[in-house]
Nanobody, 115 residues
């Protein structure tokens, strides 16, 4: 079955960096676009970034453009989210996502940006 396992979250100071990873299994990874979402306490889950199946095109939420970079390694079945210049408002649980007939979510990884 489809499985997405996210990792790499943690506590970081404002201005710092983190790299999230998502390991995929149970499907042909290179056939599907991948996304990262996030959900802050008391807020709706929001789309952060998407990458096409070949990695040739990416899209970002306005709030993270220029600071975050999504990438993928199809050979390793991994998708990454490099987060730079982190702000307190980036604090959230980050979820890896793909859609194969239905939505599939990773378990979420907590990112906390605080002095």
């Amino acid at each position: 079955q489809v499985q997405l396992v996210g990792s790499g979250g943690g506590l970081v100071q404002p201005g710092g960096s983190l790299r999230l990873s998502c390991a995929a299994s149970g499907f042909t990874f290179s056939n599907y676009a991948m996304s990262w979402y996030r959900q802050a306490p008391g807020k709706k889950r929001e789309l952060v970034a998407t990458i096409t199946r070949d990695g040739g095109s990416t899209n970002y939420a306005e709030s993270v453009k220029g600071r975050f970079t999504i990438s993928r390694d199809n050979a390793k079945k991994l998708v990454y989210l490099q987060m730079n210049s982190l702000k307190p408002e980036d604090t959230a649980v980050y979820y890896c996502f793909t859609k194969i007939f239905r939505d599939h979510w990773g378990q979420g990884t907590q990112v906390t940006v605080s002095p």
